[in-house]
């Protein structure tokens, strides 16, 4: 993860993106750049899309169930328009926000941060076409299915049976991010791509 810390060298001030597919390990690579940009004194902290997912019923569909997922995971205006953008803009956040989307159950998520010189937003989906100009670094984190689901499955995420988790990430989690190829070309849009299927199982996401 050492070339996310280098990129940040050039974006002080500014937002940068690592994204990559569900389980590449977005939120440990996210973090490690954030460890060492803090270590060369620049103010850095990370911002998780996972709680402004819209909730089961808005983001999940019988039908075509990626390319719905693609379109209708993440509320991403209200994330840069209560968070990211604050953020950049005033170095500073103190907001408080009533979030339910990710699990269905309303739990207040305080954003409090100060001196902060670098936004990194970690999640999937972030280099759409209509928001990739809101990032001046982008970072792809790229992982094969195999090994995002083995970690899916170590974690036993959203608390579903094995089958369950595997019908759910190959007809929507990687279903939607096959759409996302074929929509965006994310690796192209990328500044930097980092290969993940090294991670570490337990914690990378």
């Known amino acids: 993860m050492q070339g996310a810390a280098g990129a940040g060298r050039?974006?002080?001030?500014?937002?940068?993106?690592?994204?990559?597919?569900?389980g590449a390990g977005k939120s440990y690579g996210a973090e490690r750049a954030a460890e060492a940009?803090?270590?060369?004194?620049?103010?850095?902290?990370?911002?998780?899309?996972?709680?402004?997912?819209?909730?089961?019923?808005?983001?999940?569909?019988?039908?075509?169930?990626?390319?719905?997922?693609?379109r209708h995971a993440v509320d991403f205006e209200g994330l840069f328009?209560?968070?990211?953008?604050?953020?950049?803009?005033?170095?500073?956040?103190?907001?408080?926000?009533?979030?339910?989307g990710q699990s269905g159950r309303v739990v207040e998520h305080v954003y409090k941060e100060a001196g902060v010189d670098v936004v990194l937003v970690e999640g999937v989906f972030l280099f759409a076409r209509p928001r990739v100009a809101r990032f001046d670094v982008k970072v792809s984190v790229d992982c094969s299915y195999a090994a995002a689901f083995e970690r899916a499955a170590a974690r036993r995420q959203e608390g579903l049976s094995g089958a369950e988790l595997e019908r759910d990430y190959r007809t929507m989690y990687f279903a939607g991010q096959a759409h996302r190829y074929e929509m965006d070309d994310p690796r192209r849009a990328a500044d930097l791509v980092l290969c993940s299927n090294e991670l570490v199982a337990s914690g990378a996401r």
Not at 59 to 69: L, Q, T
Not at 81 to 100: F, N, Q, S, T
């Open 10 to 22: 050039f974006v002080a001030g500014g937002a940068l993106g690592v994204s990559g597919i569900d």
């Open 81 to 100: 328009a209560r968070v990211v953008e604050p953020l950049c803009a005033g170095r500073a956040i103190d907001e408080k926000v009533m979030l339910g």
């Open 37 to 70: 940009l803090r270590g060369c004194g620049v103010g850095a902290t990370v911002i998780g899309v996972d709680p402004w997912l819209n909730p089961p019923g808005v983001r999940e569909s019988g039908v075509e169930r990626g390319p719905h997922f693609y």
